[in-house]
């Protein structure tokens, strides 16, 4: 994978996690979990250059 999405959502174990983090250039990403970013108010809104 070679994306570079606004936000990314993955959901799996850490080593695959990292895989994932390693290759994908994003605004944000979040792993297991889908509330944390969704609800701060005090993150910006983005995305990569």
Do not use: C, Q, W
């Amino acid at each position: 994978m070679y994306y570079t999405p606004l936000a990314l959502f993955a959901f799996s174990n850490e080593e695959e996690a990292k895989k994932i983090l390693d290759r994908t250039m994003s605004g944000s990403a979040t792993i297991n979990d889908v509330l944390s970013y969704t609800s701060s108010l005090i993150v910006p809104f983005g995305g990569v250059g």
